[in-house]
């Protein structure tokens, strides 16, 4: 069975700090992996989505890395700003579901 | 071509009755899953279904919980006799055939009375 950890489970940081978040599952047989951020009381927004055949991805500020091998993802933030603060969530796919980790509750201080 | 919907948005109910959640699909989106956020706790997968088809309900308690996906309209997840341990919010995400990425609607939070 799939288990998601992430880790830390909060962190805080000053704003333009650049930080990585962790992600790691134990069943390397995944299809994806996708990085999503919550904001309080608000669904939940893709940020990035890393296929089993690739290593990494990058969106702006966002870079996603992928080592299926030994079971980690990283999501790497360049220069943090206030307004990054939210909970990021990894999620892996398996055959038919997708497993979500408890998230890392992220506060970029001004 | 607007996103996930899910409706209502916020849903209270009193221990005993029924709740109906409601999820629209982006257009063209075949495939549905739902998910279930405690508080506190992370997101849970219940149930993968496509049009008239539940593929994976793994996740999905045994009683009292039921989802469909029909021909026309939008997906339901139903919840009979709620109890307070159902408060919580829940997601739905649909894909279109082919692809694995997921689109999440804004959530239905459920709180029992």
């Known amino acids: 069975k799939q288990e998601v950890t992430q880790i830390p489970a909060a962190l805080s940081v000053p704003e333009g700090e650049n930080l990585v978040l962790n992600c790691s599952f134990t069943?390397?047989?995944?299809?994806?992996l996708q990085w999503f951020r919550q904001d309080p009381g608000k669904g939940l927004t893709s940020l990035l989505l890393?296929?089993?055949?690739?290593r990494e991805q990058t969106s702006g500020r966002l870079n996603a890395s992928l080592d299926k091998s030994s079971g980690r993802s990283t999501l790497y933030i360049a220069a943090s700003q206030p307004g990054d603060s939210a909970t990021y969530l990894c999620?892996?796919?398996?055959?038919?579901?997708?497993?979500f980790g408890a998230g890392t509750r992220l506060t970029v201080k001004p | 071509n607007a996103g996930v919907m899910q409706n209502p948005r916020h849903l209270v109910r009193r221990r005993g009755q029924e709740a109906r959640l409601r999820c629209s699909p982006m257009?063209?989106?075949?495939?549905v899953y739902w998910y279930r956020q405690l508080p506190e706790e992370g997101l849970k997968f219940m149930v993968y279904?496509?049009?008239?088809?539940?593929?994976?309900e793994s996740g999905m308690p045994k009683e009292r919980f039921s989802a469909e996906f029909p021909k026309e309209g939008p997906s339901i997840l139903r919840i009979q006799q709620v109890v307070r341990g159902d408060s919580a919010a829940y997601f739905c995400?649909?894909?279109?055939?082919?692809?694995?990425?997921?689109?999440f609607g804004p959530g239905t939070r459920l709180t029992v009375t």
């Open positions: 995400a649909s894909s279109p055939s082919g692809s694995n990425e997921q689109y």
């Open positions: 069943d390397s047989a995944i299809y994806n």
């Open positions: 890393i296929q089993s055949s690739q």
């Open positions: 999620a892996v796919r398996g055959n038919n579901d997708m497993r």
């Open positions: 257009k063209g989106h075949s495939h």
């Open positions: 279904l496509q049009k008239e088809n539940i593929i994976d």
